[in-house]
């Protein structure tokens, strides 16, 4: 049997998946089909809607609502109020739940206070998407993206650090020493995991 902690403000519906080392705290809500993975950690006022898979070591902050066809992979950020949508065109008058668009945090992204995630679109490995952002399109791996909406303005290591290239298009994590390669096409490969 796992064991996870949930605060005593908090419904967890039958059904729900959650996984060793999880915390949920005040006033959220996990839905009976949703799959959270292990060591989670979900700040106040959370909503884990239906058929979300939500993988190991992810943080959720404050008021963040993580609605149907939303995939968040290991060790992602999800800052507080950011916000998730899942259809393209609403109206409160038009049913519109078969048109709902799959979205995807890959592996170790982060997501700042106050971003809007547009549905449809998938945040690369490890990138980062600062405050305030309207994220409208695919983010490639590694990348810093701001504004509205987004545009690219650099890139960061695995570690969070912004990285810098040589004329060569190498670069190194100041932090951990991990070397990057700028490609031709304006990608950011981290070397150790080149094949």
Not at 105 to 123: H, M
Request: charged fraction near 20%; hydrophobic fraction near 35%; charge should be neutral.
């Amino acid at each position: 049997m796992n064991k996870f902690f949930v605060h005593e403000t908090s419904i967890i519906d039958k059904g729900a998946q959650i996984g060793n080392g999880t915390k949920i705290w005040h006033f959220s809500h996990v839905m009976s089909t949703a799959i959270i993975g292990e060591r989670c950690n979900f700040g106040q006022n959370v909503y884990i809607d239906n058929s979300v898979k939500i993988g190991n070591g992810v943080k959720i902050q404050n008021n963040v609502s993580v609605y149907s066809n939303v995939e968040v992979e290991d060790d992602c950020f999800l800052g507080p109020s950011m916000v998730f949508t899942n259809v393209t065109n609403p109206r409160a008058f038009v049913e519109r739940k078969d048109e709902f668009k799959n979205t995807i945090l890959k592996r170790g992204c982060s997501v700042g206070a106050n971003a809007t995630i547009v549905c449809g679109v998938t945040l690369g490995e490890y990138s980062f998407i600062g405050a305030g952002t309207v994220v409208n399109k695919d983010v490639p791996p590694f990348a810093m993206v701001v504004g509205v909406p987004m545009r690219i303005i650099g890139w960061m290591s695995k570690n969070g650090q912004k990285l810098s290239f040589n004329e060569e298009g190498f670069g190194i994590c100041s932090v951990t020493n991990e070397k990057y390669r700028l490609t031709d096409d304006n990608k950011v490969i981290c070397l150790k995991d080149e094949k």
